[in-house]
């Protein structure tokens, strides 16, 4: 059973969100994701300045079974991407939704992550992959 934390905001392609008090917001991969994926072996996620659109395509997990794609949740301006993972990309394993956080976004509407699946959404979207 995946872990689901009331706090974030989730999309269908099992991607969290988190808003935090600056207005900033994190965004990484869920427990579901990273358990279907395995054993993540590299990680490559956006530089700071990149800007991305919602749902576009812009980090990459590898693990030894198959590479993915990580989409962004929603609209901004990377601020930060976590470079802790390069050297460690198993911390996505272990804490999909805390140390193994992907990248800091500055939204381009802090609205948008209010639009997003809220846990009870996210694991009916789970429910349907049974």
Known sequence: MSKIPAELRYVKSHEWAKKLPDGTVLIGITDHAQGALGDLVFV????????????????VVESV?????????????????????????????????????????????????????????YQKVLDELK
Request: aromatic share 6%; with cysteine.
């Open 44 to 59: 490559d996620v956006p530089k700071a300045g990149r800007k991305v659109a919602a749902n576009e395509a812009c980090a």
């Open 65 to 121: 079974k198959a590479a993915s794609d990580v989409y962004s949740p929603i609209a901004g301006e990377v601020l930060e991407g976590n470079a802790k993972l390069a050297d460690a990309p198993e911390t996505l394993n272990q804490d999909p939704y805390g140390a193994g956080w992907m990248f800091k976004l500055k939204p381009a509407n802090p609205k948008d992550v209010d639009a997003l699946l809220d846990a009870a959404g």
